[in-house]
């Protein structure tokens, strides 16, 4: 077990933020790390066979790999994810003797996760402080009697995280159907549901619609709320590319952020020894919010030059042939309000007008997004906004051109994709039922909000969570928290601690599974996996280390036994098969979801394959009409009230979603602390108070509840006027249950309404 102490907020250090990533730095912030924790013989092990056509996939962010691959295919984020799993440092068996679950409550997320993998089944009985050991045969034996003791399926819930691999979440969601309910809330629905809903609506596919080369062809990359340079660090490179092929960037983001600035990469020598890549040509520090007035505001000047010289700036026949709305939102565009731009945006008109002018010389625009997007209030509206201004100048299938949202976690695609969802479309219910001969639930299941909501109000008695940490990753904490102790049962499938494993049910399970980088033997071999990324190719995915542990099972083993356990006699399906030979599951995913014919022969190919995708492939759209859809959308600038500031939520750049590989966050300054708060000076300035200060941060809500974190440190940082921003998971605790976007249920963690008080 690993030694390392619980972050000390009171040895924090605040210095400059950087105005470039990666470089030299960055090699040492990855390889040091894995070299310490792993040695250096698992270490290049480890590293060499990442990202790599025969070796494993980052189990980390969904950026797609080139198809020129290097000997080094990874960066420094990637580097230590496979750090953070691949640890041969484990969890002894007197851990758990030592440490009651109240004091794992007091822990940080770092803290936990430090203490190395988990490699052993462990169950908290009713009204015990502790877990203990318990078999494997013990702990689906006490799932499945629990499961089939329950009143209704709809009293259980079945939790997915992005890392989970194609098969499993196949089989998972099979599971659950053959169980009886649709309630499979997952990790898409606190990150890219906004996006899933909004492009379903506009162009009928909530995916991207452009391939990794279309980077390359790009004239125009504008790249909003998303920070590619902690969050998808390779993304720099394709950005590097496309900037040596010619295309301009803009970055649109409230905080100037070191990866949209300059890249200096540390496989070429200018990111070496020179000054490396200036990334973004333009750079707009947009208010939080203010992204669906910048989209309006650049349609309404494509369409005012359209007015200006007739016939030369729309793409006339694109509109014509295959989209609707066009009429309705040249009429909506013309009412729209400058003044109205201005304040939600917070920009000048002139940068508006630069950047319309760059989208109207250039021939292929790509605009991408990531959480800075869609945890708005308003960010369905505001992604249909994005779709609306590339549908004008053609900017949808064609090569070079596209909107591209950039998924956070490896498979969160391909999960959906398996099926994942709470209210999967009747075509692939009506497969699942000619394919596995049962009927499954028709009924709308529950989404993480709604599971939540379920759980505080004792509709759901049971949790089982297949990997992720949603307690960490979803809003209102004490409320998410309270909830989950309600159950009478929770079930987490994990391969390293978090605060999930704290907050617990009645009974709880830690399940300990194999990780992706581990070889995943069954009885009739090694087995692969395969993954979606975020432009929608799928490839295999091969673990080469030795397990840290005998005792591990892999994610599809867990749920093939889970079902066993639970369905065993009420269902013929072959579910030992599965646990047997992967490619029985491949078999069945080809003949139930489309694009997947000859699964297991493709997926067998160097590169995998792209699965079709109709707006980027045939220009066509399988929306009700057949067209892709302008729409018009009301803009509702937010409303700030002298003396409050509007706050987001954000990761470290040692943080991978909920997990804290260090409390350092060195592209902003800051060292061996994670409580702060990210103010502009002027703001400081005008509300009193001075950088360093310790803060009371309250959240202002009309539901009358105090949220408040206690002793934030205040940080002058050059982020857009109006705007704070804090590191999650810490901040969720601002953020009510009920503040969801429209339409996606997802949390809206980027805009929330806060007044700073001084600390007592
Ligand atoms: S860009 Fe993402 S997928 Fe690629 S190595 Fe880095 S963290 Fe992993």
């Known amino acids: 077990m690993s030694s390392v102490d619980d972050i000390n907020e009171d040895k924090i250090e605040v210095g400059k933020p950087r105005e470039w990533a990666a470089g030299v730095p960055g090699v040492t912030h990855a390889m040091g790390p894995a070299f310490r924790q792993m040695g250096v013989p698992r270490s290049l092990k480890a590293l060499t066979a990442m990202n790599q056509r025969d070796g494993f996939d980052c189990m980390s962010c969904a950026w797609p790999d080139p198809e020129h691959r290097k000997t080094f295919e990874f960066c420094e984020n990637g580097a230590k994810a496979v750090t953070w799993e691949a640890t041969p440092i484990t969890v002894p068996t007197e851990f758990w003797a030592e440490n009651p679950i109240s004091e794992l409550l007091t822990k940080s997320e770092y803290w936990l996760g430090m203490r190395g993998r988990l490699v052993q089944p462990v169950h908290k009985p009713a009204g015990s402080e502790h877990y203990r050991p318990i078999t494997w045969e013990d702990a689906f034996a006490l799932i499945g009697d629990t499961l089939r003791g329950l009143d209704s399926p709809d009293e259980a819930a079945f939790y997915t995280s992005g890392r989970t691999s194609n098969e499993a979440a196949f089989l998972y969601q099979l599971f659950v159907r053959a169980f009886g309910t649709n309630n499979l809330p997952d990790c898409s629905n606190m990150c890219h549901e906004s996006t899933s809903h909004a492009m379903a609506e506009t162009v009928g596919i909530g995916k991207s619609t452009i391939t990794y ?13 998303q920070n590619p340079g902690s969050n998808h660090p390779r993304m720099l490179t394709a950005l590097e590319e496309a900037k040596d092929a010619g295309a301009a960037i803009v970055a649109v983001n409230p905080l100037p952020e070191a990866g949209l600035m300059r890249y200096k990469n540390p496989q ?59 009429e309705e939102l040249r009429a909506h565009l013309a009412r729209l309000d400058d003044d109205a731009v201005l304040a939600a945006t917070g920009l000048r008109a002139a940068e508006i007008d630069e950047l319309a002018a760059r989208y109207l010389r250039a021939e292929k625009v790509i605009i991408t997004w990531a959480m800075g997007i869609t945890q708005h209030k308003k960010a369905v509206p505001t992604i249909r906004e994005i779709i609306n201004l590339l549908l004008l100048r053609g900017n949808i299938g064609k090569p070079g051109a596209g909107a591209c949202p950039i998924r956070g976690h490896s498979n969160v695609q391909g999960d959906r994709t398996m099926g994942i969802w709470e209210k999967m479309p009747p075509a692939f219910l009506d497969a699942l039922e000619r394919e ?52 009478s049962l929770s079930v987490q499938i994990s391969t390293k601690l978090n605060r999930s494993h704290a907050v617990v049910g009645e009974q709880a399970l830690i399940l300990p599974t194999l990780g992706r980088t581990e070889i995943d033997l069954q009885a009739t071999g090694p087995q692969f996996v395969s993954v979606e990324d975020t432009v929608s190719a799928v490839h295999s995915s091969t673990g080469r280390l030795k397990p840290v542990s005998d005792q591990l099972l892999s994610e599809v083993a867990i749920v093939s036994r889970l079902a066993r356990a639970t369905l065993e006699r009420t269902t013929s399906i072959d579910w030992a098969g599965f646990e047997n030979g992967y490619d029985s599951i491949r078999d069945h995913i080809a003949h139930v979801i489309p694009g997947f014919a000859d699964f297991n022969q493709r997926i067998r190919q160097q590169e995998g394959f792209y699965l079709p995708h109709a707006p980027r ?5 399988p929306t009700p009409s057949g067209k892709a859809r302008l729409t018009v959308n009301d803009l509702e600038p937010l409303e700030r009230p002298p003396g409050r500031l509007l706050l987001q939520t954000l990761r470290s750049h040692d943080q991978f979603n909920t997990t804290i590989y260090s409390p350092h966050d060195r592209y902003r300054g800051i060292k061996n602390g994670r409580q702060v708060i990210f103010v502009n000076p002027e703001d400081l300035a005008e509300l009193g108070l001075i950088s360093g200060m310790l803060v009371d941060v309250h959240s202002e809500f009309s539901d009358g509840v105090d949220r408040v974190l206690r002793r934030f440190r205040l940080v002058a940082y050059p982020s857009a006027r109006g705007c704070a921003a804090a590191y999650f998971p810490e901040a969720n605790v601002l953020v009510p249950l009920d503040s969801v976007a429209e339409d996606s249920n997802t949390p809206v963690s980027k805009s929330v309404l806060v007044r700073l008080e001084p600390s007592r």
């Not at 080369?213 to 709320?225: E, K, S």
């Not at 599971?451 to 004490?478: E, F, H, P, Q, Y």
């Not at 492939?617 to 759209?621: G, P, V, Y």
Request: charged share 20%; aromatic share 6%.
């Open 436 to 487: 596995f001969g049962f009927d499954p639930p028709r009924e709308q299941g529950l989404d993480s909000v709604g599971s939540i909501r379920a759980m505080r109000d004792g509709r759901v008695k049971v949790w089982i969570a297949l990997g992720g940490n949603l307690v960490g990753a979803i809003s209102d904490t004490a409320v998410a928290e309270a909830a989950i102790q309600k159950t």
């Open 268 to 326: 070429r020598v200018r990111g070496v020894v020179g000054a490396g890549t200036v990334i973004a040509d333009q750079y707009l520090q947009i208010r939080l919010g203010g992204d669906m007035a910048l989209m309006q505001a650049l349609s309404r000047r494509v369409l005012d030059a359209e007015a200006a010289r007739p016939g030369t700036v729309l793409d006339h026949e694109f509109l014509t042939e295959n989209c609707v709305g066009l």
């Open 213 to 225: 080369a279309d980077f390359a062809l790009a004239d125009l990359i504008i790249i909003m709320g």
């Open 617 to 621: 492939d045939l220009r066509t759209f």
